[in-house]
């Protein structure tokens, strides 16, 4: 996938600050234990000083340099050996004084050998969803501040069922696909009228998602659309698309009751492309079933359907609750 020069800036700057990390860290367990033990520290000394015999030996050529290269081998497995048992007697694991990269694969340089290793790769992934998301009301909604005092606690005769105790299984389930999203084998499907709670835990969703590293891009349908559609036809440099295939978790927020067929077919290639990828993705939309099927057709519909895990949303408009809430004081 393409990225412009600013996300690939953020992402190697992220790297670089991970390395430096890396660095002074060791330097401050190394500082610390050869305080604690001399001998720790002479043999850190001998062992540089067998790689530079080594290399004078290589370089200057002449004489038996196999056999003194050997022996210099030999010293430093010696040596090696020594420190890992000093260490181990004296409490501490033998490779404490290795550097603890982020990662260990490409020690925080962002490439494996010739090919760039996955860390850079999610990292890209965050910084260009961080550059998609400018804006958006992401860091407003939280588990912890949605309310399910606002459903009712009883049958009101609008419903044959305790819409609190159904919505508290819809509040788990999605708490339960956040927690576990590094397993996530499945999409979401929302549906409820406006003003249930669908934009507030697919938001919470997002966030905690977010704080375990990885990219979300969240928007209304109309804006991925009209974005995707500016690419489509070169108005706008096309980057924006890829991170909507490309992306840890897409949430496409309020899919409308109209559609261009521009649109429907972009949800289509949307859910198409990110299903062979396995890569989840939450749709909520104030429809129906039986509107949704209407108004997207069957081929989206059956794979909404078939694919997505269904959260039907039930209750009293959330917003007009609070108000009433705030004009009584806090009741209801």
């Given at each position: 996938m393409p990225y412009d020069a600013e996300v690939f800036a953020a992402a190697t700057a992220r790297l670089e600050q991970r390395r430096s990390q890396a660095h002074e860290e060791n330097?401050?367990?190394?500082?610390?234990?050869?305080?604690?033990?001399?001998?720790?520290?002479?043999?850190?000394?001998?062992?540089?000083?067998?790689g530079v015999t080594a290399a004078r030996?290589?370089?200057?050529?002449?004489g038996d340099t196999k056999g003194k290269i050997e022996k210099?081998?030999?010293?430093?497995?010696?040596?090696?050996?020594?420190?890992?048992?000093?260490?181990?007697?004296?409490?501490?694991?033998?490779?404490?004084?290795d550097v603890n990269y982020f990662c260990q694969k490409c020690k925080d340089t962002g490439y494996a050998g010739d090919s760039v290793c996955d860390c850079l790769r999610a990292l890209l992934r965050e910084e260009a969803c961080k550059v998609a998301n400018a804006g958006s009301p992401l860091p407003l909604f939280t588990f912890?501040?949605?309310?399910?005092s606002y459903y009712p606690d009883t049958s009101d005769g609008k419903y044959d069922f305790n819409v609190r105790w159904h919505m508290e299984k819809v509040f788990s389930h999605c708490k339960s696909f956040a927690a576990e999203f590094k397993h996530a084998d499945t999409s979401l499907l929302m549906l409820g009228k406006t003003g249930l709670g669908k934009t507030h835990l697919a938001l919470s969703i997002a966030n905690a998602v977010i704080e375990q590293g990885y990219g979300v891009i969240y928007d209304t349908a109309q804006n991925i659309f009209m974005k995707m559609e500016d690419e489509n036809y070169g108005r706008t440099e096309k980057k924006y698309t890829f991170s909507v295939f490309d992306c840890d978790l897409l949430i496409i927020d309020e899919l409308p009751d109209f559609a261009s067929p521009f649109s429907i077919n972009s949800l289509y290639n949307i859910i198409n492309t990110r299903m062979l990828r396995k890569l989840p993705m939450i749709v909520s939309t104030n429809l129906t079933e039986n509107e949704l099927a209407a108004?997207?057709?069957?081929?989206?519909?059956?794979?909404?359907?078939?694919?997505?895990?269904?959260?039907?949303?039930f209750g009293n408009d959330i917003r007009q609750l609070k108000l009433r809430r705030r004009s009584n004081g806090g009741a209801i």
């Open positions: 330097e401050r367990i190394k500082r610390q234990l050869y305080n604690k033990l001399p001998r720790l520290a002479a043999i850190e000394r001998e062992l540089a000083n067998t030996e290589i370089i200057g050529g002449g210099l081998r030999q010293e430093n497995l010696a040596l090696q050996a020594e420190r890992a048992e000093l260490l181990v007697e004296n409490g501490y694991p033998q490779g404490l004084l912890d501040s949605f309310d399910l108004r997207y057709g069957e081929r989206i519909f059956s794979r909404l359907i078939g694919q997505f895990t269904l959260l039907k949303f």
